[in-house]
């Protein structure tokens, strides 16, 4: 699926194009937030057979906490996916996918080795690499958190703690104004590498680039 936003005003807006594999679900931002509970539930039911209540409440609570982030830190795109894992398909294994637009004063002559320096960290365990795509030179992040929630998805007061594995691939958009940020987060660590597979298709398809018209349509382009 090909996905496509502009970056900045309309005025001076620079294309972001990118491609998303079909197996993501697009979560939609604007979406009224009852009625995407409402199909997330039924999707959980529908895939998650002989699952627990329980189980099925925690994959649309966690949906609902990563959208509201997501929203919070100006994402264009997002997606999820929900298939039984590949390595125990015994288990669910969820990944989630987004696309992130930030404002950025990328003044330096080589902006994205900054980015890395402010990012490391004394004591955290964060790995931070470049890799070269057809969009240009890109930061790669990776990193291991510990996710605690207050609550459980009943609204108990009981903290449960897990493991969430974090990839992040960071461009540098060409008005030098703007990042475009790529991320992944899983708690299903045992299929990441499938998911990182997904990760560098989409960073290898972002494109700052306008469609390009054939002849033969820009003549008939007033018709």
Request: hydrophobic share 45%; glycine share 4%.
């Amino acid at each position: 699926m090909n996905v496509s936003a502009k970056l900045g005003a309309e005025d001076v807006a620079q294309p972001l194009r990118f491609t998303v594999p079909e197996q993501l679900h697009e979560i939609d931002l604007t979406e009224d937030a009852e009625t995407r509970v409402q199909r997330a539930y039924a999707n959980a039911t529908a895939i998650m057979r002989g699952a627990t209540e329980m189980q099925r409440l925690s994959v649309v609570f966690n949906q609902e906490m990563m959208i509201a982030q997501l929203v919070s830190e100006g994402a264009v795109y997002a997606g999820q996916l929900i298939a039984r894992s590949d390595a125990d398909p015994a288990r669910l294994a969820t990944a989630q996918f987004s696309i992130l637009v930030k404002d950025a004063v990328l003044d330096a002559a080589n902006a994205l080795a900054a980015v890395a320096d402010g990012l490391k960290e004394p004591g955290r365990t964060r790995e931070v690499a470049f890799a070269r795509y057809p969009a240009g030179e890109a930061l790669v992040i990776g990193e291991e958190v510990k996710v605690t929630m207050p609550v459980t998805v009943t609204g108990e007061p009981v903290a449960s703690t897990s493991l969430v594995r974090q990839a992040q691939i960071i461009f540098a958009c060409p008005d030098r104004r703007h990042i475009a940020i790529l991320t992944l987060s899983s708690d299903s660590l045992a299929d990441w590498r499938a998911y990182i597979d997904i990760l560098d298709g989409m960073a290898r398809s972002v494109s700052f680039r306008a469609t390009k018209t054939s002849a033969i349509a820009d003549r008939l382009s007033g018709f």
